[in-house]
């Protein structure tokens, strides 16, 4: 089966998030049972430079301003990339959303509808003969393809279409409906219309005939007022379509055992690198060498999403019990102010990196005792996964995806041997309290923390079970279509 997957970020190549992650690992993941992936991405200058280009599949003499070409290369791992080249939509330096004064693209409706025409036509017509059984969309850069397809071509692939993230919806003035060559008949409340807006993302939700989101709870959670931002009615019209898949993480690049970006190698089996790991972080961090101390960490977007606000206002919970901080991040002004100002006062103990760093951020999973996810909501999310892969035990809120990943340290879960971190809600600065003053507690006791440690370290977070259910999902809808 082949599958053309629709996105707007693949790691190693370009990301802003935890989409980039799973569009860069589940490829692989589903090559071992035979199914054959391409990713159609924007030639951002990084992608571009990333890439070994072999051969050009499409050319546009103007897509929406300029001349565009799609080309056919491969990025490192062997990943096949479809590569839309158009150098007046994407060759921009920076983050692929907002230009440098920080405010959105102001075209970004027209590239993101390149994409999608793109993404069309290849299925439409591969100039290298490659012919899609299905494509898969991720999120709203890619929503308007199955409205493109199904304008466009007679018999139209099935389409499936990923939500990683409600909140960013793609919405635009009602303008862009002539401009993008979008049909008026959509243009419903039943459509792609959102109150007076054309809504990317709603046109994927619409138009497309399966939905998945990253967990199985974000997939409840989406169907109610509170998580669902609106979205909450198209979600529940087509409850019967949608399925929660949770990712999995790359476990090759996140490997304790392999990782060359950490100052000592360890596995569950042998773990004694940790400790160097951890003495290495504390030194790199300017943190008191202190072996005794909970040291936490995080590495995060610093947006309102990720609940940071709280673990700032709990933080003395913490340093009162010994613990200590580090915190990797970027994001908002104030939540960036509020941790580097933590850090001021409290030298030696909290120390915070505004930074975006890939390597710092295995040093940090690798060398702290736990990792700190308060987020609100939290469709997957990837750091508590990579915690339980590295031993580094997760405290997160009970919501999304961390709460489908991490096994709370009650009783029963402690008795049975299964407890791998510490979940909590109410979802506030209390909770947050309470969850810092039950990790102190639990590491105070040495054989309780490792048997947490230890039961994380076994648990499956890789894409091996979850690409298996994106294969029986593709499978089914292929076969219907007559594939
Ligand atoms: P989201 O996609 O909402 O940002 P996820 O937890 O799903 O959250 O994914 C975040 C990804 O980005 C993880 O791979 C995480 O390690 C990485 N990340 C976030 N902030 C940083 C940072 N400042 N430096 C390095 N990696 C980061």
Redesign the pocket.
Same mark, same amino acid.
């Given at each position: 089966m082949r599958v053309l997957m629709v996105a707007s970020e693949c790691f190693p190549l370009v990301?802003t *998030? *935890?989409?980039a !992650?799973v569009v860069g690992a589940l490829p692989a993941a589903l090559a071992e049972g035979g199914c054959e992936t391409r990713v159609l991405l924007p030639a951002y200058p990084t992608v571009a430079a990333g890439l070994s280009v072999t051969q050009t599949v499409a050319t546009f003499d103007s897509l929406f301003g300029g001349p565009a070409r799609l080309v056919l290369g491969k990025a490192q791992g062997g990943l096949e990339i479809v590569a839309l080249e158009a150098p007046h939509l994407f060759d921009r330096p920076g983050n692929p959303y907002v230009g440098p004064d920080g405010s959105d693209w102001p075209d970004n409706h027209r590239r993101f509808a390149a994409l999608a025409a793109a993404a069309t036509q290849y299925a439409a017509d591969p100039g290298d003969g490659w012919t899609a059984d299905l494509v898969h969309c991720h999120d709203w850069q890619a929503g308007l393809t199955p409205v493109y397809l199904k304008r466009y071509m007679r018999v139209p692939p099935p389409v499936v279409f990923t939500i990683?993230?409600i909140a960013f919806q793609g919405c635009f003035p009602a303008a862009a409906v002539s401009e993008l060559g979008l049909p008026l008949e959509m243009y419903t409340p039943a459509g792609f219309e959102y109150w007076h807006q054309v809504s990317f993302l709603k046109a994927g939700l619409v138009f497309s005939d399966r939905l998945t989101t990253v967990s199985p709870t974000y997939a409840t959670e989406l169907r109610t007022p509170r998580f669902g931002m609106g979205m909450e009615g198209v979600l529940t019209a087509r409850a019967a379509d949608l399925v929660g898949i949770l990712n999995g993480i790359d476990d090759t690049a996140w490997n304790p055992a392999t990782d060359r970006s950490i100052a000592a190698r360890y596995s569950a089996k042998e773990p004694a690198g940790k400790a160097k790991d951890r003495a290495a972080v504390q030194a790199e961090m300017g943190l008191q060498p202190d072996p005794a101390a909970l040291l936490a960490c995080v590495?995060?977007?610093l947006t309102y999403?990720k609940g940071l606000d709280l673990l700032a206002a709990a933080l003395p919970a913490l340093l009162t019990g010994g613990g200590q901080l580090a915190l +990797? $991040? @970027?994001g908002t002004p104030e939540l960036e102010a509020m941790f580097v100002a933590a850090a001021h006062r409290y030298p030696g103990r909290v120390a915070s990196r505004i930074? &975006? !760093?890939?390597g710092?951020?295995h040093r940090l999973i690798a060398g702290a005792d736990a990792i700190v996810v308060p987020s609100r909501f939290e469709p997957? $999310? +990837? @750091?508590q996964m &990579?915690g339980l892969r590295y031993g580094t035990v997760p405290i997160v809120a009970r919501t999304g995806g961390l709460a489908d990943s991490v096994i709370d340290a009650n009783e029963a879960a402690m008795q049975a041997g299964v407890a791998t971190g510490v979940v909590f809600d109410p979802i506030d600065t209390d909770g947050m309290r309470a969850a810092l003053r039950r990790a102190l507690a639990l590491h105070a006791d040495g054989a309780v923390w490792r048997s947490m440690m230890l039961a994380g370290m076994r648990q499956d977070v890789g894409w091996v079970r979850s690409a298996a259910k994106y294969r029986a999902l593709y499978e089914v809808l292929v076969s219907a279509a007559g594939g």
């Open positions: 990301k *998030g *935890g989409l !992650d990683h993230n590495i995060s977007r999403q +990797l $991040g @970027t930074a &975006y !760093d890939e710092l951020s997957c $999310g +990837l @750091t &990579y």
